[in-house]
């Protein structure tokens, strides 16, 4: 078999590996039981390493929907199908995704590897708590069925386990139903990281909340931010021209990247500027708009190819959390620490988690804020992130294994309590954090 050059999505690392696929369980049963060092890979849109390996089963091949049950509002399809997909399939029967990270081109596998979480964690928690149930094929290759009654154990391993306990062929979910494919967003202003946490607490009631982060804002402004709250819609607060075609999937053009950007083109002072313009693009201290989901939960997505503005090394995607007492004083010593390395990112998420799910074994929310950066790979910023982890460990906190691309073993082991591990489930990331 041909070995091929592997990315995720943040481009770094890349690996020389052995790629399969298939739809027919006889082939990944063989393959599961003559392999070695074997890692599921959906489509590639983690952004380190959790699902490279020296030996990949691409799921992509299993991309059937199983059924659709309208009266009870749930979806079974199998592990490959990508959540674009259910999504083109759903909104227009009134339906949505209960828990949605910040890109609809992951596969229903990967949700459940890495038990996502979105904008309405701290209202509704992360993806297990609507899976129903999935099928798994384990190591000795057999097919177990896997719900929060049944081989509940492995059920929620599972979800957060980052693949290591075999590979998920479907998963029967539940749906959120909606009336309209719109969100009512109301954006706050926030000077600095005080007033955007306060925000936060004064908005909980909201279902979806994120802020967008200055990493460079300095002194009284450090973590000036843009608070986006979200509602969906209903039906009758639509105005008449949106209520014309409410449950649309369809949010307008998009654009393209076509090529890899020169490594000088994202720097400090681009940044900053970048930063500085989207900050005052609002003159008010709050707005009220509504818009259509893509824009709301996947603003990037609508950029084919972003990843290229970070040039042809690649980047780093950072995201960490802290628990809700160490939260302001972690995130300030993190901030000034960014600000004053001049490696500042070009996106930057914060976010307000809920309380943690006592059983999902190694799944990444915990009750506080999470913050989530991206920076252009050059040596200095490896260096900053292992300081960045030093603080992490000291309030508290862990970084998320879906974006990580570079942590060393021993903080892992610091700040994971529960841990999966896989003599025939080995990715590049479980290798690296033994």
């Known amino acids: 078999m041909p070995r091929k050059t592997v990315t995720n999505w943040g481009n770094y690392p890349a690996i020389e590996a052995n790629v399969t696929?298939?739809?027919?369980?006889?082939?990944?049963?063989?393959?599961?039981?003559?392999?070695?060092?074997?890692?599921?890979?959906?489509?590639?849109?983690?952004?380190?390493?959790?699902?490279?390996?020296?030996?990949?089963?691409?799921?992509?091949?299993?991309?059937?929907?199983?059924?659709?049950?309208?009266?009870?509002?749930?979806?079974?399809?199998?592990?490959?199908?990508?959540?674009?997909d259910i999504l083109d399939v759903i909104v227009p029967k009134g339906f949505f995704l209960p828990?949605?990270?910040?890109?609809?081109?992951?596969?229903?596998?990967?949700?459940?590897?890495?038990?996502?979480?979105?904008?309405n964690h701290h209202s509704e928690g992360s993806f297990s708590?609507?899976?129903?149930?999935?099928?798994?094929?384990?190591?000795?290759?057999?097919?177990?069925?896997?719900?929060?009654?049944?081989?509940?154990?492995?059920?929620?391993?599972?979800?957060?386990?980052?693949?290591?306990?075999?590979?998920?062929?479907?998963?029967?979910?539940?749906?959120?139903?909606?009336?309209?494919?719109?969100?009512?967003?109301?954006?706050?202003?926030?000077?600095?990281?005080?007033?955007?946490?306060?925000?936060?607490?004064?908005?909980?009631?909201?279902?979806?909340?994120v802020a967008w982060i200055d990493s460079l804002a300095s002194g009284t402004n450090l973590g000036r931010s843009m608070l986006m709250l979200g509602?969906?819609?209903?039906?009758?607060?639509?105005?008449?021209?949106?209520?014309?075609?409410?449950?649309?999937?369809?949010?307008?053009?998009?654009?393209?990247v076509p090529f890899n950007f020169p490594a000088f083109s994202l720097n400090s002072a681009s940044i900053k500027a970048f930063n500085f313009a989207y900050y005052h693009r609002q003159f008010e201290q709050r707005s009220e708009e509504f818009v259509h989901y893509e824009s709301f939960f996947y603003p990037l997505d609508g950029i084919h190819n972003w990843n290229r503005i970070y040039g042809r090394k690649g980047f780093v995607q950072y995201q960490f959390v802290l628990p809700t007492n160490n939260s302001?004083?972690?995130?300030?010593?993190?901030?000034?620490?960014?600000?004053?390395?001049?490696?500042?990112?070009?996106?930057?998420v914060l976010k307000l988690f809920g309380k943690s799910n006592p059983n999902a074994v190694m799944s990444f929310p915990m009750e506080g804020y999470t913050l989530a950066l991206d920076f252009k790979v050059n040596s200095k910023?490896?260096?900053?992130?292992?300081?960045?982890?030093?603080?992490?460990?000291?309030y508290g906190g862990r970084v998320y294994l879906a974006k990580d691309a570079r942590m060393s073993a021993a903080f892992f082991h610091k700040t994971y309590s529960n841990i999966v591990s896989s003599d025939t489930f080995i990715s590049s990331q479980s290798e690296r954090l033994a």
Not at 102 to 111: E, L, M, Q, S, W
């Open 21 to 84: 696929e298939s739809s027919e369980i006889a082939d990944i049963r063989s393959l599961v039981k003559t392999g070695d060092c074997l890692i599921a890979r959906g489509n590639g849109r983690c952004y380190g390493d959790s699902s490279l390996g020296r030996n990949i089963f691409s799921t992509l091949k299993l991309n059937r929907f199983l059924s659709f049950q309208f009266e009870t509002g749930s979806l079974e399809c199998e592990a490959g199908v990508i959540l674009a």
């Open 99 to 119: 828990v949605t990270p910040g890109t609809k081109f992951i596969t229903v596998g990967g949700a459940i590897a890495a038990d996502v979480h979105g904008k």
């Open 129 to 209: 708590e609507y899976l129903l149930s999935f099928q798994l094929l384990t190591a000795d290759g057999g097919i177990v069925s896997c719900s929060k009654d049944e081989n509940a154990d492995l059920f929620w391993q599972t979800c957060g386990g980052m693949g290591l306990t075999g590979i998920i062929l479907s998963a029967h979910f539940k749906l959120k139903p909606i009336e309209t494919s719109y969100i009512r967003q109301i954006t706050h202003k926030a000077a600095n990281l005080d007033k955007v946490m306060e925000l936060f607490q004064q908005s909980a009631a909201s279902i979806y909340s």
């Open 231 to 256: 509602e969906h819609c209903e039906y009758d607060e639509l105005p008449v021209k949106l209520q014309e075609d409410a449950l649309t999937t369809k949010a307008g053009n998009s654009l393209n």
């Open 328 to 348: 302001c004083d972690g995130l300030t010593k993190i901030l000034k620490r960014i600000e004053k390395s001049g490696q500042g990112s070009f996106l930057a």
């Open 381 to 394: 910023v490896f260096r900053l992130l292992d300081n960045l982890d030093e603080i992490v460990a000291e």
